[in-house]
């Protein structure tokens, strides 16, 4: 049998180009790459769900990566995408230099605006008003409740020996040295911090032409915060504050026992309550009933009108002062007028 003829191929193939693939592969990458970084921007540049309807806290603890933060602040509802957070910090490059804190996102915050925050440490800033007449232990309790230090670390250190000695207060504690003020902390800030800042505040409000004036009259820093706290919780209006604090200098001129209600109230631990004949004989160096002179310390943190009062006192011959009504009193030169007064101003209270 003949075998049939091969016919070979006249004709040549095109030869193929191993780049084309490759190219393709390439350009759909870039699309995709495209989209997504059209995706991401859009995620960065809007804001997340969670600050729609207002803003939002979010705490950042010490020593944590960008991916770990970037996990965080999307749990808090503050970013809508944790990876274009992460982008954006490396293509800014404060990946590594994100601070810790407790931040206060606004409403409508973009990503963009998160990171800021944390790139320059824009913390929350917490406004605690520590009132004139206020203790040691209320502040305690305020900065408790704010959630800024425990109360029993603050009463810890503003009786430490060590910080006492290093802020220069020749004292058992704090007590007084704490000027009344609004202050802002954020959270983190140490019980000694906060402290120092609120004593730096005090010294730079009690000026050298006050301690001059106290020196002239024989008293020492801690002697005029004493006298002054005392004036403080005595006044309900500070325009008697001048004539609170002559009735307490002519006593002490006299050697008279001061008499003052809220020494023994800060002894007892009564704030403003009707004192009873057990709690006026209490044995206590705070005690003004029982003892001579001024207390050991300060009762309070006077602000600077009691301060300035305890220096400046008015010149009147008064002896004693009874309430008339909520805020102003009856001021007396001698014994038979102020039991006149307080027949009389008791008695219409009874009524």
Known sequence: ???????????AEPPRRPGFALRTVLVLALILGMLFTVVESWLVVTAAPGLRTGPRVVEIPPHRGLFEVARLLDEAGVIRSPVGFSLLAMLRGSARSLKAGEYQIPQGASTFTVLWQLEGGHVLQHNIVFQEGA???????????????SAEDILRVSRDGLFLRTMDIRANTVEGYLFPDTYQFVKGMTPDEILARMVARM?????????????ARDLSLHQLLTLASIIEKEAVDPSEMPLISAVFWNRLKREMPLQADPTVQYAVGKDRLRLTREDLQVDSPFNTYRRTGLPPGPIASPGRMAIQAAVRPARVNYLYFVAMDERRHQFSANLADHVAAVAKYRLSRVR
């Open 203 to 215: 010294r730079e409000k009690v000026s050298p032409e006050l301690l001059d004036e106290a020196s």
């Open 135 to 149: 203790t040691v232990a209320e502040l305690a309790r305020q900065l408790e409740t704010e959630r800024l230090a």
């Open 1 to 11: 049998m003949m075998e049939r003829p091969r016919f070979l191929k006249t004709w």
